[in-house]
């Protein structure tokens, strides 16, 4: 089923996931205070997602990290149609029944919006205890297909392209929807790369989210992991889903970002209202308590304006994986940027002008206001200038430039608007 998804999703969703900062371990207290972050200091900016990422629903999460990741067949919290239901030691308001409920209460209370990471399928271990599928007579087993499985994750098999299996996930978007759920991160789904020989084999999974949603009866944004997808299928994409990875987990390394200007040049043409092709979270600020060593974002100053402005100019959405209480003002201030956040909008068209291994260029067209942008990007690992002719970045005769992070005006000269540029460093300028 084709999703109506257009009218909610109208741009980048922008907001804040718990992965990067604490893995498998986030729990309520964390959460709120995260919401209460956002709130206070984010939300007049556009940023509005709380999404709690991987494994809320598995016992001692965390726990033996120094062996797995995903503990292997570890205790599930579950209901009687295994559906997966939060842990309560780590989410206590969702003990008898409630679910995220009361969590998801909280996050609106502050005029924000709540979101879960899921893994595809059903649980392993509903199908091995014969739990039934809420509205039919079949069980799990019935449904589950045990040849489909994640590489990574040991928590779920795949879903038969089945009405039952539809009525599966049918009673998940029930649940979630009674929840207040605004948000579905779904993984192991948008590239199946275990299968090398089909790496979208959960397509029909992705189908089966879609038309869930689009019956459970409220506006919920589908986002698909891990990537990277893939180019061929975008029309997949662009039908059932709002967003969609375009590489595997990003972090805070330069030849991860570098990488992302190919990425980006691929996907250009793919930006649209209720489309969005996704860099990834933002590694900024304090990481990795989690995964057992916390650090503060390996990307220098140069290089953290030049994701975010990679990012804004080619309209990807924003999801923050900083834990947002011990951010500094330098990570703030390159968040609430209005100048440069203006660029996100899908009325935006970006275009890549050059990419070699020294320097990208890029425009982009508000279609809606006439703003025109261009940015300078320094790929080398020294500062050397970077330069475009003006005429054809869009900056005729009399045109001045107002660069969007410092806020000094500038002038094209000799036909060219050109900037000296610190390595891994960037230049985006409104075109006046």
């Excluded at 200091?41 to 062996?67: F, T």
């Excluded at 061929?232 to 030849?255: G, L, N, Q, S, V």
């Excluded at 890549?352 to 300078?376: P, S």
């Excluded at 430039?401 to 036909?415: K, R, V």
Aim: with cysteine; glycine share 10%.
């Amino acid at each position: 089923m084709k999703r109506d998804k257009n009218r909610f999703a109208t741009t980048p969703p922008m907001g804040w996931n718990s992965y990067d900062y604490y893995d498998t371990t986030v729990n309520e207290e964390r959460v709120k205070a995260n919401a209460d972050y956002m709130a206070a200091h984010l939300k007049e900016y556009g940023w509005e997602y709380i999404v709690v990422d991987i494994q809320w629903y598995a016992h001692g999460a965390g726990s033996q990290r120094d062996r797995y990741q995903y503990i292997p067949f570890s205790q599930l919290e579950m209901d009687g149609y295994g559906r997966l239901l939060p842990d309560p030691e780590r989410f206590p308001s969702s003990a008898g029944g409630a679910g995220f409920g009361p969590l998801a209460d909280y996050v609106h209370s502050l005029g924000l919006k709540f979101g879960i990471h899921i893994m595809r399928g059903i649980p392993r271990r509903a199908a091995h205890d014969h739990l039934p599928v809420k509205g039919t007579s079949a069980d799990a087993a019935d449904i589950a297909d045990p040849s489909s499985i994640c590489g990574w994750n040991p928590d779920m098999y795949g879903v038969r392209n089945c009405p039952e299996g539809q009525s599966y996930y049918n009673s998940l978007l029930e649940l979630y929807a009674g929840w207040g759920v605004d948000f579905i991160k779904c993984d192991d789904i948008c590239n199946t790369n275990l299968y090398a020989n089909n790496r979208y084999s959960a397509s029909h999974e992705v189908e089966m989210l879609a038309g869930a949603i689009q019956a459970c009866g409220r506006d919920i944004v589908l986002s698909l992991s891990p990537g990277p997808a893939l180019i061929e299928k975008a029309w997949h994409y662009e039908t059932y889903a709002d967003m969609w990875r375009i590489t595997d987990d990003f972090w805070d390394k330069w030849e991860l970002l570098k990488d992302m200007f190919h990425r980006c040049e691929l996907w250009q043409d793919h930006v649209a209202e209720g489309c969005y092709p996704d860099c990834d979270m933002l590694p900024l600020g304090h990481l990795g308590k989690g995964f057992g060593h916390e650090w503060v974002t390996n990307f220098t100053r140069e290089e953290q304006r030049t994701m975010m402005t990679l990012w804004c100019l080619f309209g990807s959405p924003l999801m923050l994986g900083a834990e947002m209480t011990l951010m500094d003002d330098w990570t703030l201030s390159l968040l609430t940027n209005r100048e440069v956040l203006a660029m996100l909008t899908p009325k935006c068209r970006p275009r890549q002008l050059a990419l070699d291994g020294e320097k990208a260029v890029w425009t982009a067209y508000d279609r809606e206001t006439g703003d025109r942008y261009v940015a300078l990007f320094n790929l080398s690992d020294e500062e050397r200038w970077v330069s475009v002719d003006a005429l054809e970045a869009g900056a005729g005769e009399g045109k001045g430039l107002t660069e969007l992070w410092t806020g000094g005006q500038e002038t094209p000269q000799d036909g060219c608007i050109r900037a000296q540029l610190q390595a891994h460093g960037c230049a985006v300028y409104k075109i006046m």
